[in-house]
């Protein structure tokens, strides 16, 4: 240990990052707890408690419809993300090539330009050229935005991967893509899994593109929540939220669960 | 065979990126007669305009200097406890990340109203003395879009004070150095990289943020994500809207490009092993 906790200038470290924390847990904490308060209007803390505006959120139809859309388009997004950015960074870990570190770059440059620039290009283009129809419209925004993900995640892995592993497959006689598929890709697992979930996770809490570009009538669910939020203050609204944030523990609880299970099987 | 590997992913870049972006640009710098900058023009010679654009990079240094100050102890305790809670720590600062921003500024606008949290723990600790209105307020979309990119700072950092050996710091204490200066004098003196690639980075998403201060700060609040939002989707001035996106975009790339300097030059400013 450097620094001793327990001295004047560790508790000052200490308290700013305990003070971090609560920070970035609270608002979070509130979409949670708020709905369960009995006022027709959102308190924090509650006061009262029911369970009735996480009942109508539920029982709500529009925030079911949406959530559907926002998980299609996440689900065909993550996969085609996946299946490309991988292709994308095997050939960029592989060969080297004259303009290699340009074309990595320009492939990671969507995760840090403003999504509401590309938004509005986007939708200039589709109307001018009228190319893709209905969601694929946002599908193919939200690829370009899950690919850099999917490479940030994969490129490391594939980096370090062994290649005499893939090399001593070739020599006993795989073609190129059997050892690719039964060599390569069973290490590279993890990395790829990994892309892919972060890929699904953008595509579903992204809500400029989808501001712009989703289907006239079918909104995805952070488009639904934003104009709700922007008329009013419903309860069910922060209700809907709540189980968009209950979930989304549950499923990053369950990922690291398994994980660890799995370094612990190994 | 590499080539056959890039196609689908240069392919879909340059249709649905390159060719969109490069056409925004077009459209901003085009009229009905050929090559124009009267878009650009309006923009640069309209005060109103400029008090946005200045609003923002304001909002970006802001957010900014938040994330520095909450994010260098976070990082700097996680990456140097021994305790085994430190890792599920670090997993708990990713979790605000994968929460939708729309959620988030949500859980703000509750605590920010007139008779929320923040208003009453203000008046209980006497720093008031009538509620406030946070809500609808540039403050207000300081403070949650700061709570928005924190986890980027923390997880950058984390990666850098990790990287740093932490001998360099017992070092400098056995031949008499205060852990203060210990830390000043070393630890964030080889830090110093990454701390500006965080805060570059931090910079740039917050100028480019548009669900927070389009929810907290309503038409109050108007920064250039929220301006481009009006012109493009309500006032339907796609011109002179991608023209302002043209301008976000120029400062953004601008940025981008220093942190991808910094990102290289990076292996120089780390300590010899």
Known sequence: MTIAWRSPLGAVLLLLCALSFAYLLLPILVVVVAPFGATGYLAFPPQGWTLKWYAAAVSDTRYLAALLVSLRIALASALIACVIGIAAAYALTRYDFLGRRLLEAIFLSPLILPTLVLAVGLTLFFTRTGLLQGSWRLIAAHVIICIPYVLRVSLPVLRRFDRSLEEAARNLGASPFAAFFLVVLPVVRPGIVAGTVLAFITSFDEVVLALFLAEPGAPTLPVTIYSAVQLGFEPSVAAISGLLVLATFMVMLLYHLLSAFRRQRD | ?273
């Open chain 2, 1 to 273: 065979m590499p080539i056959l590997l890039f196609a689908p992913c240069v392919l879909v870049y340059a249709i649905f990126f390159i060719w969109p972006q490069a056409s925004l640009l077009a459209i901003s710098a085009s009229s009905k007669s050929g090559l124009s900058f009267d878009q650009y023009a309006r923009f640069f010679g309209d005060g109103y305009y400029w008090e946005i654009l200045g609003r923002t990079l304001g909002m970006g240094i802001a957010v900014t200097a938040i994330t520095l100050v909450l994010g260098l102890p976070t990082a700097y305790v996680l990456a140097r406890s021994q305790s085994r809670w430190a890792s599920l720590l670090l997993l708990l600062t990713t979790f605000p990340l994968l929460v939708s921003a729309v959620v988030r500024s949500f859980g703000w606008m509750v605590l920010f109203f007139r008779d929320g949290l923040v208003s009453r723990v203000l008046l209980m600790l006497g720093l008031i003395d009538r509620p406030v209105q946070t809500m609808y307020t540039m403050t207000g979309v300081i403070i949650a879009l700061a709570q928005v990119l924190l986890p980027l700072m923390v997880l950058t950092l984390h990666g850098v004070f990790k990287s740093i050996d932490r001998d360099l710091e017992y070092a400098a204490m056995s031949l008499g150095a205060r852990p203060a200066v210990a830390l000043g004098l070393v630890t964030l003196r080889l830090a110093r990289g990454g701390i500006v690639a965080g805060s570059l980075l931090v910079f740039s998403l917050a100028i480019s943020a548009f669900a927070t201060p389009s929810l907290v700060g309503g038409a109050r609040a108007n920064v250039m994500a929220t301006a481009i939002y009006e012109q493009t989707v309500e006032l339907l001035d796609w011109p002179f809207g991608a023209a302002l996106a043209a301008i976000l975009l120029v400062v953004v790339l601008g940025l981008s490009l220093a942190y991808g300097a910094l990102i290289e030059g990076r292996g120089e400013l780390e300590a010899p092993r």
